[in-house]
């Protein structure tokens, strides 16, 4: 393995690893965290962790390392930025050059986020000789399937218990400590075909998904409208693909359609996606849904690590999407995203981020890490 000598060096080493996230079209063969999951795994060791690989999914496993400590009974405190990226389609750069030029290292994952990765292990470079005294013992985890189902981050907060959570996300250093939930709700209307000249003889689907679909755009996103989150704003609601028939002189005998939901703590009670949903089957009683839900975040800001953050320069913010902080919360941890980089950044055709950036990410953990 090539030993970096620098952050932007060990940043350049992760993002030429490919390691796109399988679902829907890659844009590459490169698929899958097992190389990367493997790379991390050595370097870890490199610095003292006792470091294992746990499989998630067939082939994609999270690297999990725990560094010595001199006495047992320390809050734990993880580290956990994901391994995987979005796909490379219609990228104008190299994906996996890891190209530096303009002040700038180019490619997937530079941004979202390989920056904050990188950050985040040369601080513990940095440091390790003295974590172990530190008053938290301390865990790294590079987590599988953040981009598509956060199988990751759900498989490791059930495995293990943690007092504390940051979660890599390039936020501009700034703390997240609360985000909205999300569900991508996938409705489906069936019917009977039929001739359109005689259309009282069939059944049409497309029409109930459009009555489904227009309480959505009416009742629903007016109630969603009326709450507002002193951080967050308010939720929002939108109606993504809507697919349906085959033929225009054919009576349509299914409807796709998938909405967007994005909704605020306060409105994440017991039963409020149910509810939802009994709402929109009112409408059509036979609407299938398919949902999975992603829980809001929405740690306590006065928590004291958040305000040893703050002591770093993290301003406590919220963000209008999800990361895998909420699995961890949703269990009972206290959990925050931040790393450096711009989300702005993220998923875009040519990703990058400011060496500056990076170089200010190794100083702020290494900073923060020296306070515990």
Same mark, same amino acid.
């Given at each position: 393995m090539t030993e970096?000598?620098?952050?932007?060096?060990?940043?350049q080493?992760l993002?030429?690893?490919?390691? &796109?996230n399988?679902?829907?079209?890659p844009?590459?063969?490169?698929?899958?965290?097992?190389r990367?999951?493997?790379w991390?795994?050595g370097?870890?060791?490199?610095?003292?962790?006792h470091?294992?690989?746990?499989e998630?999914l067939?082939?994609r496993?999270?690297?999990?390392a725990?560094?010595p400590?001199d006495r047992?009974?320390?809050?734990?405190?993880?580290?956990?930025?994901?391994t995987d990226t979005?796909s490379?389609v219609?990228m104008?750069?190299?994906?996996?050059?890891?190209?530096?030029?303009?002040?700038?290292?180019?490619?997937?994952?530079?941004?979202?986020?390989?920056?904050?990765?990188?950050a985040?292990?040369?601080?513990?470079r940095a440091m390790?000789?003295?974590?172990?005294?530190?008053?938290?013992?301390?865990?790294? !985890?590079?987590?599988a399937?953040?981009?598509?189902?956060q199988h990751?981050?759900?498989?490791?907060a059930?495995?293990? !218990?943690f007092?504390?959570?940051i979660?890599?996300?390039p936020?501009g250093?700034?703390?997240v400590?609360?985000?909205?939930?999300?569900?991508?709700?996938?409705?489906?209307t069936t019917?009977?075909?039929?001739?359109?000249?005689?259309?009282?003889?069939?059944?049409n689907?497309?029409?109930?998904?459009l009555d &489904?679909l227009a309480?959505?755009?009416?009742?629903l996103?007016?109630?969603?409208?009326?709450?507002h989150?002193?951080v967050?704003?308010?939720p929002?609601?939108?109606?993504g693909t809507?697919?349906?028939?085959?033929?225009?002189?054919?009576?349509?005998? !299914? +409807?796709?359609?998938s909405?967007d939901?994005?909704?605020?703590?306060?409105?994440?009670a017991?039963?409020f996606?149910?509810?939802?949903?009994?709402?929109?089957?009112a409408i059509?009683?036979d609407?299938?849904?398919d949902?999975s839900?992603a829980?809001?975040l929405?740690?306590?800001?006065?928590?004291p690590l958040?305000?040893?953050?703050?002591?770093c320069?993290a301003?406590p913010?919220?963000?209008?999407?999800? +990361?895998?902080? +909420?699995?961890?919360a949703?269990?009972?941890?206290p959990a &925050?995203a931040?790393g450096p980089?711009?989300?702005?950044q993220?998923?875009?055709r040519?990703e990058?981020?400011?060496?500056?950036?990076?170089?200010?990410?190794?100083?702020f953990f290494?900073?923060?890490l020296?306070?515990?």
């Amino acid at each position: 393995m090539t030993e970096p000598q620098n952050a932007v060096e060990l940043l350049q080493e992760l993002i030429r690893i490919p390691s &796109v996230n399988p679902e829907g079209d890659p844009g590459t063969e490169g698929t899958g965290e097992a190389r990367i999951a493997e790379w991390l795994a050595g370097f870890l060791r490199g610095l003292g962790a006792h470091t294992e690989l746990r499989e998630v999914l067939p082939g994609r496993p999270n690297v999990v390392a725990r560094f010595p400590s001199d006495r047992p009974g320390k809050p734990r405190l993880l580290l956990a930025p994901h391994t995987d990226t979005v796909s490379v389609v219609g990228m104008t750069i190299p994906p996996f050059a890891a190209d530096l030029r303009d002040g700038r290292v180019w490619g997937r994952g530079a941004s979202d986020t390989k920056g904050s990765m990188a950050a985040m292990l040369w601080a513990l470079r940095a440091m390790r000789e003295r974590l172990p005294a530190l008053g938290h013992e301390i865990w790294f !985890a590079g987590l599988a399937s953040e981009e598509a189902g956060q199988h990751g981050s759900k498989a490791l907060a059930r495995e293990e !218990a943690f007092d504390f959570v940051i979660v890599g996300e390039p936020t501009g250093l700034d703390v997240v400590h609360t985000h909205k939930g999300c569900a991508f709700l996938q409705l489906r209307t069936t019917g009977r075909a039929g001739h359109a000249a005689r259309p009282e003889l069939g059944e049409n689907a497309i029409a109930k998904m459009l009555d &489904v679909l227009a309480f959505v755009r009416g009742e629903l996103a007016r109630e969603f409208a009326a709450i507002h989150d002193p951080v967050l704003g308010s939720p929002t609601i939108s109606i993504g693909t809507i697919r349906g028939g085959s033929k225009t002189n054919i009576i349509p005998d !299914a +409807c796709e359609a998938s909405v967007d939901m994005r909704f605020v703590p306060a409105q994440f009670a017991p039963g409020f996606v149910e509810k939802i949903i009994a709402r929109l089957r009112a409408i059509c009683p036979d609407l299938a849904v398919d949902l999975s839900p992603a829980p809001p975040l929405a740690t306590d800001p006065a928590h004291p690590l958040i305000a040893k953050l703050g002591e770093c320069g993290a301003r406590p913010v919220g963000a209008p999407w999800f +990361c895998d902080a +909420c699995f961890f919360a949703a269990r009972g941890t206290p959990a &925050v995203a931040l790393g450096p980089g711009s989300i702005a950044q993220a998923h875009t055709r040519d990703e990058f981020i400011e060496v500056a950036d990076l170089e200010e990410g190794v100083e702020f953990f290494t900073n923060f890490l020296g306070r515990l």
